[in-house]
């Protein structure tokens, strides 16, 4: 480095040793801080990390104890502080803890939006490094060639399945990454022998195929900045991945809570006398950049800075309370970060129109020609998942697509749904549109992390990112019959989850139509693919052509009546046909289409007219969808009602094998029929 990029790096090192001293001897004791994570120890190596990480779209993924990163990236004082206070001037606008932190790119880094979840920070880390190659090889985007993506850890997070999951797809396809493990020795109180056999990530990872290992005293300014700095221009030459260790003192608790109990008096002062301030400022003597004078008028300089900094957080205002409200979902405006418009680039137009003279074709085929449509149309598509590749999906939806638009854009993914999902979310917020496929429902459970974080992304980075994505997973049992691990539905649990908008078409234009809006659009979307009705007689239909969109939101009236209304969705919409068929009874139907949104005021208005309403659905009923379903009608128009609103669901129970014994759970025809007469009874 350059004696003035020396510089630099000691002023991110100093102002962050005294934001830390201010926080904790004065913010945290007069209550005004309550989440406080110094970095003291870990600045040094931190900002000669984010001195080499200027190549413009270069990117890290970080964690609570990164704030000398973010700095060096371009996060200002005021903002560091106004974080922890939970001000209007923070980043997230008071929404986050101000240690978790996000920036978007101004000095040539983005900070991805970090997770309060230890491990998090990985797979997505993985998804900005494939988005560099692919934008740099596929998309041919010269801006992009030379870029890395970094994600910072302590050791702890070294035993995550994040932190797996990452480095075997890194390294088992080769990508620009760099794993950044800051080896304090405790997470928490606990030693780092506990989280890898030895202590020692770097050794253990030896054998591991095409991963560079680099172990750095990450307080010595020469090794440090030696081998830092040399990995990184390795990686961005080589665009294949390292793991450096970087071993630093953690020189104060764990957090602002943390009295530091479990250490010895020994182990404190060893790590004080490995403080890293103490180190550069010999260094700066012996290189003659700066005497002792002149370093103590430097850190008078910058203390002084820092205090007017701390001062102006103080004086900001209090975000306003109904601000909290809002930017759950895309609202119009643009993030900085996330998604085809942010990144300039507006998705293609299609009138909307519907074909009525096409091909009969079922559902299978429907998501077929979509995705394929949308592959030709946007080359930021990409399709991706496990033997989603060569074989076309254990489903069949994408039969011959990697054929046609290459193994760059429809690709096999290694086992890993929590790989998937993270990946899609760095894919999202370095502009692709991401579209992974989980195959089945019950599979989706390992990335549970990855997609209650990526929904949340736009409300707490205060709108400043998002991870638009479709998350295809067929669901339901098959035409056959069903089991405990490929039939589960599960929707409720997608409509609880905050950020994510929900499809479940019941036939093959509706697929066409939803999966096209949904790739399109600005949100995360589950797009729920029912097996039964992959094809079947029921679920197919004229395929609408390539311009056919539904909006979310807008149920169909299936069937008008007057006597009842039922509400499903998915396959439950034929069984409810089929039972009405078998009374003749004049029931309405209404197909939802979309589950969030739902189409309150279809439902509402179909309910004030028959006064009769059944809420059919194959999720589990104790919480199901039907039961918000029901709580609406209640509240909105009770005094219409000639009956309860009745749930028919299964009970709480996995579906089961035998087909005799799923037709016991699962609400059968007759079952709908005899339910129905019930209700027109009451
Ligand atoms: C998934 C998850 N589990 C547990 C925690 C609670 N937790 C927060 S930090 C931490 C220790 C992490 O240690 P390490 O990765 O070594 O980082 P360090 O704090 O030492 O820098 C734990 C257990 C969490 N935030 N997320």
């Not at 299978?364 to 394929?372: G, Q, S, Y």
Request: with cysteine; charged share 20%.
């Amino acid at each position: 480095m350059t004696k003035n990029e020396w510089m630099d790096v000691a002023r991110t090192v100093i102002a962050s040793r005294f934001i830390d001293t201010i926080e904790e001897t004065e913010l945290v004791p007069a209550g005004k801080v309550t989440y406080q994570f110094s970095a003291k120890g870990h600045e040094l190596a931190q900002a000669i990390l984010g001195q080499a990480l200027r190549q413009g779209n270069d990117c890290a993924t970080v964690y609570y104890r990164s704030r000398p990163l973010v700095l060096a990236a371009g996060m200002t004082y005021e903002e560091a502080f106004a974080g922890p206070l939970a001000l209007s001037g923070s980043r997230s606008g008071g929404r986050d803890i101000g240690v978790v932190h996000h920036l978007p790119n101004t000095r040539g880094v983005t900070v991805l939006p970090a997770s309060g979840d230890v491990g998090a920070q990985y797979t997505p880390c993985v998804g900005w490094a494939q988005a560099i190659t692919y934008r740099t090889r596929v998309m041919q985007d010269e801006s992009w060639a030379g870029a890395v993506a970094v994600a910072l850890g302590g050791d702890g997070s070294t035993a995550t399945s994040g932190f797996w999951a990452a480095l075997n797809i890194a390294t088992t396809v080769r990508l620009p990454m760099v794993f950044f493990i800051e080896d304090n020795h405790f997470g928490i109180s606990v030693p780092s022998t506990f989280q890898t056999p030895g202590g020692n990530i770097a050794e253990n990872l030896g054998a591991f195929r095409n991963l560079r290992i680099v172990d750095v005293d990450g307080t010595s300014p020469e090794e440090a900045d030696r081998l830092i700095t040399k990995t990184v221009e390795h990686v961005r030459s080589s665009q294949g991945p390292a793991l450096i260790r970087v071993r630093v003192p953690r020189i104060c608790g764990h957090s602002g809570a943390d009295n530091q109990s479990y250490k010895t008096q020994e182990q404190k002062a060893e790590e004080l006398a490995r403080d890293p301030i103490g180190k550069l400022k010999e260094f700066f003597a012996r290189k003659k950049y700066m005497d002792d004078g002149a370093w103590s008028t430097f850190t008078h300089e910058i203390e002084q800075e820092v205090r007017a900094a701390c001062e102006a957080a103080l004086a900001q205002t209090q975000p306003l309370p109904e601000a909290s409200l809002t930017k759950a979902f895309y609202d119009g405006t643009m993030p900085r970060h996330g998604g085809l418009m942010a990144d300039g680039v507006e998705p293609p137009i299609s009138s909307g129109d519907k074909v009525e003279d096409g091909p009969r074709v079922n559902l299978i085929e429907a998501v077929k020609r979509t995705l394929d449509n949308e592959l030709s149309r946007n080359n930021r598509v990409v399709v991706f998942g496990e033997d989603v590749g060569v074989k076309g999906g254990v489903h069949g939806a994408t039969v011959d697509l990697q054929i046609k638009h290459g193994v760059d854009r429809v690709f096999d993914t290694s086992l890993s749904e929590e790989g998937i999902i993270g990946r899609a979310v760095g894919m999202a917020m370095a502009g692709l549109v991401p579209v992974p496929e989980i195959q089945f429902r019950k599979y989706l459970d390992p990335a549970t992390e990855q997609i209650n974080d990526a929904g949340t992304i736009r409300w707490r980075t205060n709108g400043d990112f998002a991870a638009p994505m479709v998350v295809r997973i067929p669901v339901g049992f098959s035409k056959r019959t069903g089991d405990p691990w490929h039939s589960v539905s599960g929707e409720a649990i997608f409509a609880h989850t905050i950020g994510w908008r929900v499809a479940m078409p019941s036939n093959a234009q509706d697929a066409v139509g939803l999966l096209r809006t949904a790739m399109r659009g600005n949100d995360p979307t589950f797009f729920l693919e029912h097996r039964a009705i992959q094809d079947t007689a029921s679920g197919r239909g004229v395929y609408p052509g390539d311009d056919y969109l539904i909006p979310f939101g807008v149920a169909n009236i299936l069937r008008a009546g007057t006597r009842a209304t039922i509400v499903a969705w998915g396959e439950m919409v034929h069984r409810a046909k089929s039972a009405v068929e078998l009374m003749g009874a004049d029931i309405e139907i209404i197909d939802l289409r979309t589950i969030i949104p739902w189409d309150t005021e279809t439902v509402i208005s179909s309910v004030k007219r028959t006064s009769r309403c059944m809420v059919l659905h194959e999720d589990t009923i104790t919480c199901g969808f039907g039961a918000e379903i029901a709580a609406t009608i209640t509240q909105r128009c009770f005094q219409y009602l000639d009956a309860p609103v009745v749930r028919i669901a299964p009970p709480d129970i996995p579906i089961p094998y035998n087909k005799g014994m799923m037709d016991a759970v699962i609400p059968t025809i007759e079952r709908v029929a005899s339910e129905l007469e019930i209700l027109l009874a009451y």
